[in-house]
């Protein structure tokens, strides 16, 4: 089983920068894939950006060029540095794993950190 704890979010204005961090137990981390997805009011849980074990990335056309997935298995720990915050980015961003043997084993997702991109 996989544990995830996401931080680092909070109230920004439009044009500011927050980075989350996503720390994740369990040995096997490095094998992991793992995602950022964010929901806001009213709307379905969206993938933001995702990177595999091998470090390929993928991102939302709605990010690409202003955000950045990372990851540092040394410190089993995932991050999305996110700049050129706009409103439309307001959302709760969870952090998700998914092991190689996805979807036959389960996801994991963390609690949320809320982001609120507002003057």
């Known amino acids: 089983q996989v544990q995830l704890v996401e931080s680092g979010g909070g109230l920004v204005q439009p044009g500011g920068s927050l980075r989350l961090s996503c720390a994740a137990s369990?040995?096997?981390?490095?094998?992991?894939?793992i995602g950022w997805y964010r929901q806001a009011p009213g709307k379905q849980r969206e993938l933001v950006a995702a990177?595999?074990?091998?470090?390929?990335?993928n991102y939302a056309d709605s990010v690409k060029g202003r955000f950045t997935i990372s990851r540092d298995n040394a410190k089993n720990m995932v991050y999305l540095q996110m700049n050129s915050l706009k409103p439309e980015d307001t959302a709760v961003y969870y952090c998700?794993?998914?092991?190689?043997?996805?979807?036959?084993?389960?996801?994991?997702w963390g609690q949320g950190t809320q982001v609120t991109v507002s003057s």
């Open positions: 998700n794993s998914k092991s190689p043997k996805w979807p036959l084993d389960a996801d994991y």
């Open positions: 369990g040995s096997s981390f490095s094998m992991y894939s």
């Open positions: 990177i595999t074990s091998g470090g390929s990335t």
